[in-house]
């Protein structure tokens, strides 16, 4: 089985700044593309910034600029390094991955999410 496990959220003040992991771990042939999700209350989950295979990167409108994916292949990680934090970026912050496991075609994970609060 193939887990994702995301970490690095927390309460951070206004223009401050933190950086959100995410590894994969289990019986993975290969990681394709990977994408950083994120839900506030009372909103749907919406799609932040995804990162291909190749290292082509996008990125929400609201984000440009602020925020960038990076990943490490070697480690199966991907990263959300988010600068300039506005109180709008409140949310359950989720990584998902598409992944082919040893012996299966490719399938989508989800992590269980982390917390990120932007609040003086």
């Known amino acids: 089985q193939v887990q994702l496990v995301e970490s690095g959220g927390g309460l951070v003040q206004p223009g401050g700044s933190l950086r959100l992991s995410c590894v994969a771990s289990g019986s993975i042939l290969r990681i394709n593309a990977m994408q950083w999700y994120r839900q506030a209350p009372g909103k749907q989950r919406e799609l932040v910034a995804t990162?291909?295979?190749?290292?082509?990167?996008n990125y929400a409108d609201s984000v440009k600029g602020r925020f960038t994916i990076s990943r490490d292949n070697a480690k199966d990680t991907v990263y959300l390094q988010m600068n300039s934090l506005k109180p709008e970026d409140t949310a359950v912050y989720y990584c998902y991955g598409n992944i082919i496991p040893r012996g299966l075609g490719p399938v989508g994970y989800w992590g269980q999410g982390t917390q990120v609060t932007v609040s003086s």
């Open positions: 990162i291909n295979n190749g290292g082509n990167t």
